[in-house]
């Protein structure tokens, strides 16, 4: 299984590193992005041209790469416009499910 994680991006703020992820994936799931834990919220954005939820875990990282993580779907259950999300930071890592195209961006 691929496991995707989020890199430093170029934006710096208090001195800190930001980290973004963003990509689009149709009718499928995505490749799980495994966070690293930074201590803040995580927001996640998605804009479907169908519908589309988001799934998260608070497995380890281990878990999550070889495919037994637990992963618990958001509350807003299947969406189907643009919609912003913020995550607790004990979160480790995030999937879209979508049906149709959807374009997701993570962020810490």
Do not use: C
Not at 11 to 26: K, L, M, N, Q, T
Not at 33 to 53: D, F, M
Request: hydrophobic letters at 40%; glycine letters at 6%; charged letters at 20%.
């Amino acid at each position: 299984m691929n496991v995707n994680t989020m890199n430093p991006n170029s934006s710096r703020r208090h001195g800190a590193h930001r980290h973004s992820f963003s990509e689009d994936v149709v009718d499928s799931t995505s490749d799980p992005v495994y966070l690293h834990q930074t201590g803040r919220s995580i927001a996640v954005a998605v804009v479907p041209e169908g519908t589309a939820s988001v799934e998260f875990s608070i497995s380890a990282e281990e878990y999550v790469a070889d495919g037994t993580a637990t992963w618990f779907k958001w509350e807003l259950g299947d969406v189907s416009e643009e919609t912003v999300v913020a995550f607790l930071p004990s979160v480790t890592a995030l999937r879209l499910v979508s049906a149709g195209r959807t374009n997701w961006e993570i962020s810490t």
